[in-house]
């Protein structure tokens, strides 16, 4: 393989593992905060870039101002999900509410087939982003510096969030005692609701993003990222936000690399992945940057 | 009592028959029932939807054969495999249909030709390509090629219309109909000659196909087989064209959709794909073939005929002619007759049915030029 070929892979990956990053943060935030496995964050992730295809196709909106209706939106849908689903079930087992995830899921995307219907739909690119920069025989998409950028900035301001403002200093105070948080005057509820609002707003910039890159829209379009994002947070130890970044940009380099070097096993690109995932288990079972404490945000 | 009631009805049916000689079965009178199922929800919607319309259309045309009004029977199969079978079920114990009509996609026909096979009723698919399809059956026929067929026709087109030496495979592991037909394409251009420098994978659901297009422009060849669903074929196609690919890309009838312009925008152009020998605007258009397109555009003014209709009509007269030559509706006689079905004209070329019950015709190439779908020529395979 020549030098060139390999940078080109290693640019291939990095927007691939920067968008694993995207989604999986989301993810490990409400994990990290009530401890709950939200597996209809890639359907989130879904309906988000929905909104942008309608935001863009049907109202004749420019790109950027369906994307912020569609992060608001989403927001919506995401607390919607926790007051129906999740809050009847707060003092169930978590298995409870690990299977009203699941049911959640799955209860989005069928009405995404019927209200979307089954077919898949081109979505708009802005020019600017689409355009690439040639460097030699490497070309690099715009979008391919944009996303990691994205990332950071979502990241630095979830941070921000959780470190810096009153309703962070709440959701970290409910990810160690939600019983003891309450009896100190917090309302837990609104608190909680507000989490999702965060988490399905990250969930559905990661999917503008996503259909930035794999410009399509379909009712199971959230399945498979949002698996490889979960894989990603699990990597990283789920719960922590740089985790999640490190596991993502992880995934997508095993992924891009398995195939770069082995084209002959290009098939078995996720077995590449889940072996990662086996052996980090295996060998700490609390991720990479997950630590064995009460706290894990 | 049981015993007695079927007594009773043998008795009843030993009378009916006595009184009404000679003809004697059921399928002898009133009008013939021609039962047709097709996917008219669900994911295959678009094409069930299309063949339905051919057929309600070759059915205006000749709506009497024998002297007998024919009347169709319309069951949506809802793109699933189990509705399918039951869909079967319901026209042949039911509807009691002489011969039936069906279905797009390959895997819905294989639910229906269980049925059927029981059933002892003749089916005529439409567009199931799998030659799982009517492999050992002896009431399954179809009006289209095989995948073995279309695989070894991208094969010829490439090597000896294109002069294209060098080509790879890009394929889904996980889709029965892609493995078969990259294999079939592989075997085909080494037999001419031609040499398959690699042969990647991905599986369904993947929409990164980066690493293993940066792999293909490493290797260089002249074009890329890639046997995809017009979906992730036109991510393909955007992605090759971001990396800078050189190379061809090309797809079987999967990817003929009117979607894949949309899906691919700038990047379809110079895709090429196999398809069905017909198109509105194909070139040498037959007699059959420019009676069908004046007569579908007087029906739909506004929707261009496309292969699938064409398909859907084929199959309707495939099935008056067997009956004429069989000279009786029953279900056994019109499914000999339709083995021996030889040199029918259709829009579709002439119309022979094989030993193993398949229409063996040539395989149309289309290409994307100007983001327009061009119906170039017509292949046969070597």
Not at chain 1, 138 to 153: D, N, S, W
Not at chain 2, 122 to 127: I, L
Not at chain 2, 336 to 349: S, V
């Amino acid at each position: 393989m020549s030098l060139e070929m390999f940078f080109q892979h290693c640019f291939n990956a990095l927007t691939l593992g920067s968008l694993y990053a995207l989604i999986a943060i989301g993810y490990t935030m409400v994990y990290g905060v009530l401890r709950l496995i939200n597996f209809a964050h890639g359907d989130i992730l879904m309906v988000g870039a929905y909104f942008v295809f309608f935001g863009t196709f049907a109202f004749g909106w420019p790109w950027g101002v369906s994307a912020i209706v569609a992060v608001a939106g989403a927001s919506l849908l995401g607390v919607l999900v926790e007051r129906v689903a999740y809050r009847p079930l707060r003092e169930a087992p978590r298995i409870s509410a690990l299977i009203s995830a699941i049911a959640v899921s799955f209860f989005i995307e069928s009405l995404a087939v019927v209200v979307f219907t089954g077919q898949p739909r081109p979505v708009l690119q802005p020019d600017w982003l689409i355009s690439e920069w040639q460097l030699g025989n490497i070309r690099v998409l715009k979008l391919t510096a944009f996303v990691p950028v994205m990332t950071a900035v979502l990241v630095a301001g979830l941070l921000y969030i959780l470190y810096r403002t009153k309703p962070g200093l709440a959701m970290r105070a409910i990810s160690k005692d939600i019983e003891t948080t309450r009896l100190m005057g917090v309302r837990v509820d609104n608190i909680i609701a507000f989490t999702f609002a965060v988490g399905s707003a990250l969930a559905a910039a990661s999917g503008i993003m996503w259909a930035l890159r794999y410009p399509q829209v379909h009712p199971y379009m959230g399945i498979m990222p949002g698996l490889k994002a979960f894989v990603a947070a699990v990597v990283g130890g789920i719960g922590s936000v740089q985790g999640a970044v490190i596991g993502g940009v992880i995934l997508g380099f095993v992924e891009i690399m398995s195939i770069a070097f082995f084209p002959e096993l290009s098939g078995y690109r996720d077995a590449f992945a889940f072996i990662i995932l086996v052996l980090v288990l295996v060998f700490k079972p609390t991720g990479l940057l997950g630590e064995d404490l009460k706290e894990k945000i | 009592m049981k015993v007695r009631t079927s007594l009773l009805a043998l008795l009843c049916a030993v009378g009916l028959c006595l009184g009404t000689a000679p003809v004697c079965s059921a399928a002898d009178q009133g009008p013939i029932k021609i039962g047709v199922f097709l996917p008219l929800t669900g994911q295959n919607a678009f094409g069930g939807q299309l063949e339905l319309d051919g057929v309600r259309l070759a059915h205006k045309e000749m709506p009497k054969v024998l002297d007998r009004e024919v009347e169709l029977v319309v069951v949506d199969n809802k793109s699933d495999k189990v509705e399918s079978g039951n869909a079967v079920k319901r026209l042949i114990e039911r509807d009691h249909v002489s011969a039936i009509i069906g279905s797009y996609g390959s895997s819905l026909a294989m639910a229906g030709g269980e049925v059927a096979e029981k059933g002892k009723t003749p089916v005529v698919g439409t567009s199931c390509t799998n030659p799982l399809v009517t492999m050992g059956k002896k009431y399954y026929f179809r009006v289209c090629y095989i995948d073995p067929w279309q695989g070894s026709a991208a094969a010829t087109y490439v090597f000896d219309n294109l002069k294209m030496k060098k080509a790879a495979v890009l394929m889904d592991m996980t889709n029965d109909y892609a493995v078969g037909l990259a294999s079939f394409f592989e075997r085909s251009f080494k037999k001419l000659g031609g040499e398959v420098v690699a042969k990647l994978k991905y599986s369904s659901g993947d929409q990164d196909f980066t690493a293993q297009l940066t792999e293909l422009i490493r290797l260089q060849p002249d074009v890329v087989f890639m046997p995809a669903y017009f979906a992730e074929g036109a991510i393909i196609m955007k992605q090759a064209r971001e990396l800078g690919a050189k190379f061809r890309l090309m797809g079987a009838d999967a990817m003929d959709n009117p979607d894949t312009v949309k899906l691919g925008g700038k990047a379809v152009e110079g895709f090429m794909h196999t398809t069905f020998p017909y198109d509105a605007k194909m070139p040498n258009m037959s007699a059959e073939a420019k009676k069908f397109t004046e007569v579908w555009y007087k029906a739909n003014p506004n929707k261009d005929p496309n292969v699938n209709a064409a398909l859907g009509y084929n199959a309707y007269y495939l099935i008056m002619d067997a009956i004429k030559r069989a000279g009786s509706a029953d279900q056994q006689a019109i499914t000999n007759a339709l083995a021996k079905t030889k040199g029918l004209a259709t829009p579709l070329g002439e119309l022979t049915i094989n030993a193993t019950h398949d229409a063996e015709m040539p395989v149309g190439i289309i290409e994307y030029r100007n983001g327009q779908r061009v119906y170039l020529t017509e292949v046969s395979p070597k």
